[in-house]
Structure formats: C-alpha cells, structure tokens
C-alpha cells in the first residue's frame, strides 16, 4: 500500500532560493529509505514538508492517501500524531526518566496508562535498553540517548518516521549501530526516512536510497532490484 507520496514537489525558501525541484517518488508502508546528498541538497527540506514545519511552493504532498495541503493549522497536532521524529540532538527531558521521555507521545494522546506501561517497556526493550525505566537520560551515553529517542518516535506507532542526521552527533562506531537500529525496527506498517549525508554507512545498510543533488532527485536506488 503507498503510505506516502510527493507529486512534483516544488520548495522555493522566502529568500527565493528553490530548495526541492518537481520532486515525485511513492513509498509503501513498512518501507525504509534513506536520503543522502550533499550539504544543502535539500534532504531537511524533503523532511520539513511531510512533518509540515514547511508546506511546498508547489506539487502535492500525500500521507496515506490525505494530500497534506487540506491539513489546516488546528490539524497539525493530528498530524504530528501520525507522523514521529528523530531529532540529531535527541531533545529530551533530562530530568525526567526514560519512561517519562518514552511516554510521552502517549500521554499527550491519551492513552489508558496500563496500555502506556506496556508498550514503553517494550519498546525500550527493542532498543536495548529494557530495564533502565527509571534511568535519567543524563546517566546514559549519547548514543543510548539517541536510542531514547528513537524509542519515544516510534512509541506512538506512527505511520511514518522521519529522522534528519541522527546520528550526526555520534562517532562512527555508535553511529553505525543506531542507523542499523532504524532498518531492525519492527515493520508494524510505519514508512521510515532517515537523512544521511554519509552515503558510504547508508549503502552498507542495503535499503532503499534517495538521492538528492542541489533540490533534483538525482537516483532512487534499490538493492533488491540491482
Ligand atoms: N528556512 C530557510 N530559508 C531559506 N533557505 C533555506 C531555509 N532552509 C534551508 N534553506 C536552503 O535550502 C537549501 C537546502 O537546505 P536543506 O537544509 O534542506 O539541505 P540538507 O541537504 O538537509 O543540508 P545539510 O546536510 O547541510 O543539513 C540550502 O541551500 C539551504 O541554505
């Protein structure tokens, strides 16, 4: 099932500078792609557009099947919901434990709290940090921290995950593991793009590859299909 689309995207920054250019690719449920390209080739604006911190200057944006443009302000929390995000510095609550961090998607949903406990000590267990619950994320390393992180985006069980450079703050060993992380998470039908100017880790990774190249989507390289 094509869970996200983009129809000849198009994003001219207020400066005038056009940042994405007649853009079209699909993606299907379950599916992961990575995004590499140069500083600057436009991998961040590509992101923006379908967490809506940026709307495009032309084409059309489709997340299962909603073009993005009928999502108005008062929708953006919704469509927050559905969408989760991995931030390079990780953004968490540092004096709050890992359950607090991880939850939080949760409770800002609403969800009934027994459904809460179970699905955060899941998760953290799928990232490798089962049992450490009541850790503050200043007791672990960045990497772990990045894994929190990671654990709270997927928690809500989005139907797509969008991370820019996560592992831009990591050396390389760490950064290799915390990118496999991203191909191992469970399928459960959520569309995972992962930002990367390193294209020498994303190729070892043997996903999907989206190349960009000053705004053009210059190659979409499947391992499967070469
Ligand atoms: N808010 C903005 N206003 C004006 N220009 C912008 C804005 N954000 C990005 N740009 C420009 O758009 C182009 C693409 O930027 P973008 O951040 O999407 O690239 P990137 O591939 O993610 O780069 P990097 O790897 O350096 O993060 C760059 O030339 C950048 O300067």
Redesign the pocket.
């Known amino acids: 099932m094509t869970l996200l689309r983009f129809e000849h995207v198009s ?1 001219q ?3 005038g ?1 056009e ?2 250019k007649d853009i079209s690719f699909e993606a299907e449920a379950g599916e992961m792609l990575f ?1 590499t ?12 557009l379908i967490h809506l911190s ?1 709307r495009p200057t032309r084409g059309a944006v489709l997340v299962g099947g909603r073009n993005l443009a009928t999502v108005r302000r008062r929708g953006l929390p919704q469509h927050r919901r559905r969408v989760g995000v991995v931030f390079q510095d990780h953004r968490l609550l540092m004096d709050r434990s890992l359950f607090d961090n991880v939850a939080l998607p949760l409770v800002i949903a609403g969800t009934a709290r027994a459904e809460i406990e179970k699905r955060v000590r899941v998760i953290l267990e799928r990232v490798g940090l089962g049992g450490r619950e009541r850790a503050l994320p200043i007791m672990l390393s960045s990497g772990e921290q990045q894994r929190v992180g990671i654990a709270r985006a997927v928690v809500g069980r989005p139907d797509v995950l969008v991370a ?2 996560p592992t831009g703050n990591l050396d390389p060993d760490l950064a290799a593991e915390v990118m496999a992380l991203f191909t191992e998470l469970p399928a459960q039908g959520t569309c995972v793009l992962v ?1 990367s ?1 390193d294209l020498h880790q994303v190729r070892r990774l043997r996903r999907r590859v989206l190349v ?1 190249d000053h ?1 053009h989507l210059i190659d979409d390289y499947r391992p499967e299909a070469a």
């Open positions: 994003k920054y207020a400066g500078y940042a994405l995004i390209g140069h500083s600057g080739a436009g991998k961040s604006t590509l992101l923006r940026e820019d450079e930002a100017h960009l705004g």
